[in-house]
Structures are given as structure tokens and as C-alpha cells.
């Protein structure tokens, strides 16, 4: 013991420096990230703050800045966002739940695991070209409407909802499945009553990330050519549209330097719009997550 502790000894200074140089360059490295972020931040809401009013957010875009609002943009993403979930979220849990607790360990089973790991990966352009061909060409002749837009969107974070969710139910301990058969319960009474109150906090949480990246996405909703100039806000599933990504894109591109204060206040919308659907999604979360540690 006492040799062993001669040899450690004298190597112990040198990997308390080196865990600190590791530990310094590590927070370097964050710091460089939040910074530049902030940075970014701060110039966004200092462009955009002269423009941020209420006519601004209740008024359809124009040519000239001084009347150039996103109320058309804001409420087809608020739109899409709604359809999306509603598609995305009940076929994702739902795919989740048989691969979980029912699906038979089999090759079907193996490539399909494979390749919703791999569509978790695949650029987002690549679900835009095919929203366009099988939804807008295929589906509804050549029309570019929310549906489309939803379903195209849909495809995108499907893969993202089924990987957290999966993880959610996988989390929860066999044991709670056991005692529910013990006391007589069948199959689908174990998933419904005691698997998924358990797992729905991580389920939320992954709805939440999977939301935010439709919700900022562009390249899906430019491939199926959503429209940049609207003057109404969409009443139905079957009316044209566009959303903040494509609007804030088309006010960047704009000569005007007017436009690049107005494209600011248009990116510190989308941020709110962000964060206050993250903080719902969060609250319910950890509603859920007293509720189901109670």
C-alpha cells in the first residue's frame, strides 16, 4: 500500500493542473457559444424594437415598411403548428407504444428501429421535396395549402416524437408493469393506466424540441412554395398560407434598409411565440411529473 501510494503520488499535481486546463478550456468553449448568442440577441431586439407595436403584429405585409406587418405569417404558423401536432404527436406516441410494449423482437422490427434513426437525421429539404411531390403534386393537384404544409411538417418531427417518447416508456421500471398484471389488469390497461402517466413528462419534453424545430423551419415550407405575400389569415385547413420563417426570409432580401428592422422585429416574435409554447409545454410537463411522482 505504501508503494502504491509512492508511485500515485507524485502524478497527482500534474492531473489536477491538467483536469483544470480541460475544465477552463471547456468553459471557454460554453462561453464562447452564450456570448455570441447574447450578442446576436441584443442587436436582433435592437433593431426590431422601433418597429414592435400593434400595427405591426395586425397588419398583412406591404411593400412599403412603414405599413409591412405579419399578421398573415403569424397565424399560419400558428396554423401549421396546431395541425402538425395533431398529426405528428398521436401517430408518433402511438408508433412509440407498439414498438415499446408490443412489437416481437424481429429483422421488420430491427430495420425499422434503424431507419427512424436515420430519418431523425435527414436535412430538412429532403422532407420539403417530398412534401411537394407526394402531398401538393400527388395528393391535392399542384394546391400549396396548410394541409400539405402540416403533413409535410409532420413527417419532419415524427421521428423526433417517436425516439423521446420511446425513451420515455422504456424509463419506466418493469416492475410498475408487473404489479399492474398482478393485480389482474390486461395489456393495453397496464400501457393506459400506469406506462404512459409515467412517461408523459419525457413524452412532452420530446414534443416540446420536436415543435421548436418545425416552428423555426423554412426549407420544408420554401420547397412546398408556400406563398410570401398573403393579405388573409387562413380560415381553414384548405386555404393557402405562409408562415414567420418564409416572412422574416422575404423581408431580408428586401432593398430597403427599413426592412431589416422590420425583418429584427419579425425574428423577436418568432423567439416569443417560441418560448411561450415552450413554457406551456413545460408547465404540463411538470404538472404531470407531480403528478405522477404523487
Given at each position: 500500500?505504501?508503494?502504491?501510494?509512492?508511485?500515485?503520488n507524485?502524478?497527482?499535481?500534474?492531473?489536477?493542473?491538467?483536469?483544470?486546463?480541460?475544465?477552463?478550456?471547456?468553459?471557454l468553449?460554453?462561453?464562447?457559444?452564450?456570448?455570441?448568442?447574447?450578442?446576436?440577441?441584443?442587436?436582433?431586439?435592437?433593431?426590431?424594437?422601433?418597429?414592435?407595436?400593434?400595427?405591426?403584429?395586425?397588419?398583412?405585409?406591404?411593400?412599403?415598411?412603414?405599413?409591412?406587418?405579419?399578421?398573415?405569417?403569424?397565424?399560419?404558423?400558428?396554423?401549421?403548428m396546431?395541425?402538425t401536432?395533431?398529426?405528428?404527436?398521436?401517430?408518433?406516441v402511438?408508433?412509440?407504444?407498439?414498438?415499446?410494449?408490443?412489437?416481437?423482437?424481429?429483422?421488420?422490427?430491427?430495420?425499422?428501429?434503424?431507419?427512424?434513426?436515420?430519418?431523425?437525421?435527414?436535412?430538412?429539404?429532403v422532407?420539403?421535396?417530398?412534401?411537394?411531390?407526394?402531398?401538393?403534386?400527388?395528393m391535392?393537384?399542384?394546391?400549396?395549402?396548410?394541409?400539405?404544409?402540416?403533413?409535410?411538417?409532420?413527417?419532419?418531427?415524427?421521428?423526433?416524437?417517436?425516439?423521446?417518447?420511446?425513451?420515455?416508456?422504456?424509463?419506466?421500471?418493469?416492475t410498475?408493469?408487473?404489479?399492474?398484471?398482478a393485480?389482474?389488469?390486461?395489456?393495453?390497461?397496464?400501457?393506459?393506466?400506469?406506462?404512459?402517466?409515467?412517461?408523459?413528462?419525457?413524452?412532452?419534453?420530446?414534443?416540446?424540441?420536436?415543435?421548436?424545430r418545425?416552428?423555426?423551419?423554412?426549407?420544408?415550407?420554401?420547397?412546398?412554395?408556400?406563398l410570401?405575400?398573403?393579405?388573409?389569415?387562413?380560415?381553414?385547413?384548405?386555404?393557402?398560407?405562409?408562415?414567420?420563417?418564409?416572412?422574416?426570409?422575404?423581408?431580408?432580401?428586401?432593398?430597403?434598409?427599413e426592412?431589416?428592422?422590420?425583418?429584427?422585429?419579425?425574428?423577436?416574435?418568432?423567439?416569443?411565440?417560441?418560448?411561450?409554447?415552450?413554457?406551456?409545454?413545460?408547465?404540463?410537463?411538470?404538472?404531470?411529473?407531480?403528478?405522477?411522482?404523487?
Open positions: 500500500m505504501q508503494q502504491s501510494g509512492t508511485l500515485f507524485p502524478r497527482l499535481p500534474m492531473r489536477k493542473k491538467i483536469g483544470g486546463i480541460v475544465y477552463v478550456a471547456f468553459l468553449a460554453t462561453m464562447v457559444g452564450i456570448v455570441g448568442l447574447a450578442v446576436l440577441l441584443a442587436q436582433v431586439i435592437a433593431e426590431g424594437a422601433p418597429w414592435l407595436n400593434w400595427n405591426f403584429l395586425n397588419s398583412y405585409p406591404s411593400r412599403h415598411p412603414e405599413e409591412a406587418g405579419l399578421k398573415s405569417a403569424l397565424w399560419g404558423s400558428v396554423w401549421l396546431g395541425l401536432a395533431a398529426f405528428a404527436i398521436p401517430i408518433g402511438g408508433a412509440a407504444i407498439y414498438l415499446e410494449e408490443y412489437a416481437v423482437p424481429s429483422r421488420l422490427t430491427a430495420f425499422i428501429e434503424i431507419n427512424l434513426s436515420n430519418l431523425a437525421g435527414v436535412p430538412s429539404i422532407y420539403g421535396l417530398l412534401g411537394l411531390t407526394l402531398f401538393v403534386q400527388w391535392f393537384s399542384g394546391e400549396r395549402v396548410l394541409l400539405t404544409g402540416a403533413m409535410t411538417m409532420a413527417l419532419l418531427v415524427m421521428p423526433i416524437v417517436i425516439l423521446a417518447s420511446r425513451e420515455a416508456i422504456r424509463a419506466v421500471p418493469d410498475y408493469r408487473e404489479a399492474g398484471y393485480l389482474g389488469a390486461e395489456k393495453w390497461q397496464v400501457v393506459k393506466g400506469i406506462v404512459l402517466p409515467q412517461a408523459l413528462p419525457g413524452i412532452l419534453t420530446g414534443t416540446i424540441l420536436a415543435m421548436s418545425a416552428l423555426g423551419e423554412a426549407a420544408p415550407v420554401i420547397a412546398i412554395s408556400a410570401v405575400y398573403l393579405t388573409f389569415v387562413p380560415v381553414h385547413p384548405l386555404e393557402q398560407f405562409t408562415v414567420l420563417p418564409i416572412q422574416i426570409l422575404n423581408w431580408t432580401s428586401r432593398p430597403q434598409d426592412f431589416r428592422g422590420i425583418a429584427a422585429a419579425g425574428i423577436v416574435v418568432l423567439l416569443v411565440v417560441l418560448l411561450t409554447m415552450n413554457a406551456v409545454a413545460i408547465i404540463l410537463r411538470d404538472r404531470h411529473q407531480v403528478r405522477s411522482d404523487a
